[in-house]
């Protein structure tokens, strides 16, 4: 199937309401004491430089991420980017409000790392990392070790933390998706 009938077909798809519309996505946490790792990836039939785009538009990022309530650059300096974005971590009946300060190194066009600097996390450390394969698809990968400043029922945490940034990870495929289907048929 050529790039444009991938496209389409993965429109199709995000109209029909479809969980994913990336192949292979697949998310990994574990736990170990208060620490919590996170590994997730997704294929997609898009152009990587719209992947980039997307994953450092930090200023609209809360309108299409679930769970996100604010996001905004406060400082840009050449590659160097300090965020600051406010969100909660929720599973059924836990609700933890999350707040953080991050430093942000971007190296374009295939990697962001952060790491927090402030807010109610005792550290964060995440990197996207994205990349161009021969089947004409891109693989945008995040992994990431966080230790949060607030008790976290050990089991619920882990789950509670993979349901977020599942849902996460998914809303940010989906607007690479709509983005590169946009920015195809302008450049028609």
Do not use: C
Not at 3 to 26: D, F
Not at 161 to 172: E, H, I, K, T
């Amino acid at each position: 199937m050529s790039r444009a009938g991938k496209l389409l077909a993965a429109v199709a798809l995000m109209m029909l309401g479809a969980p994913s519309l990336a192949q292979g996505v697949n998310i990994e946490t574990h736990r170990r004491d208060e620490t919590i790792t996170v590994e997730v990836a997704a294929e997609m039939p898009v152009d990587p430089r719209t992947v980039w785009s997307v994953i450092t538009d930090y200023d609209h990022l809360a309108g299409f991420i679930p769970y996100m309530r604010s996001s905004r650059a406060l400082q840009r300096d050449a590659d160097r980017v300090i965020v600051e974005q406010t969100g909660e971590l929720v599973f059924l009946f836990f609700r933890q409000p999350v707040e953080v300060t991050l430093a942000v190194v971007e190296s374009p066009p295939t990697r962001v790392a952060a790491r927090a600097i402030g807010g109610n996390l005792k550290a964060l450390e995440g990197r996207y990392t994205i990349e161009s394969l021969p089947s004409g698809y891109t693989r945008l990968s995040y992994s990431g070790r966080l230790v949060p400043d607030f008790d976290v029922p050990p089991v619920i945490g882990r789950i509670a933390l993979q349901s977020v940034m599942s849902r996460q990870f998914d809303a940010m495929v989906r607007e690479i998706v709509r983005r590169d289907a946009e920015r195809a048929a302008t450049a028609r």
